[in-house]
């Protein structure tokens, strides 16, 4: 079946360090994921993505690696910020019947202290 | 820039009322979503919708749930006879592309079923 989740549930940090956040999915055909940031009381924000094709993607302070041979997915957060604070969800886009829908893993709260 | 926009923010209603939820896509977006996070939990999928039809539902979505595209902007979500389990928040969603692509969140409403 599909199953998406997160090692660590909370991830406490230093400002200014960097920042792991780990998911493992199980769907071995998946070939898109995405990860999303969630702050208290609003909506998943797309942070970054990446297809199967692709080991390494990187954006602005985040980047994403993905191992398909043990599939895992990690999000990393260069020199973070008190605003990195949140809850990070990744997420296996599926796409069947034309159509597509995101299947979130269970989230990692990221507190970053001062 | 532009968002998908839900309201209300909050609703509160009796167990076995019936409850709209309501949503304003981005404009230009062709493909909408419902999700839904019971808190503390992950967000799941409840349905997509296509061309005024629905193209994939969970489990989740019974025949309590319904969805509609009234008009050129709203996208609504109806439940029918509502349950105290169905509490939690509900997200809409859009998007510009049918295959794997970014999907844009609205901010939630928080549906609490006394």
């Known amino acids: 079946g599909e199953s998406v989740g997160l090692h660590l549930p909370t991830l406490s940090v230093q400002e200014g360090d960097n920042s792991i956040i780990n998911c493992a999915y199980s769907?071995?055909?998946?070939?898109?994921f995405i990860w999303y940031k969630q702050e208290s009381g609003k909506g998943p924000q797309f942070i970054i993505d990446?297809?199967?094709?692709?080991d390494k993607r990187q954006g602005q302070r985040v980047t994403v690696l993905l191992n398909k041979t043990v599939k895992h997915l990690s999000l990393q957060i260069a020199a973070t910020q008190p605003g990195d604070s949140a809850v990070y969800f990744c997420a296996e886009n599926t796409f069947s019947g034309g159509y597509n829908k995101l299947i979130f893993g269970a989230g990692t709260r990221l507190a970053v202290h001062p | 820039e532009p968002e998908v926009t839900q309201t209300p923010s909050h609703q509160v209603t009796q167990m076995g009322q019936e409850v709209i939820l309501r949503c304003v896509p981005i404009s230009n977006h062709l493909y909408f979503y419902w999700y839904r996070q019971i808190l503390g939990q992950k967000v799941e999928f409840l349905v997509s919708?296509?061309?005024?039809?629905?193209?994939?539902k969970s489990e989740i979505f019974d025949d309590q749930f319904s969805v509609e595209r009234p008009d050129g902007s709203n996208f609504t979500l109806k439940i029918r006879s509502t349950k105290l389990e169905d509490s939690a928040m509900y997200f809409c969603?859009?998007?510009?592309?049918?295959?794997?692509?970014?999907?844009?969140f609205g901010p939630g409403t928080r549906l609490t079923v006394t």
């Open positions: 919708f296509y061309n005024n039809e629905i193209s994939e």
């Open positions: 990446i297809r199967s094709n692709m």
């Open positions: 769907n071995s055909a998946s070939d898109y």
């Open positions: 969603a859009s998007s510009g592309l049918a295959e794997a692509g970014e999907q844009y």
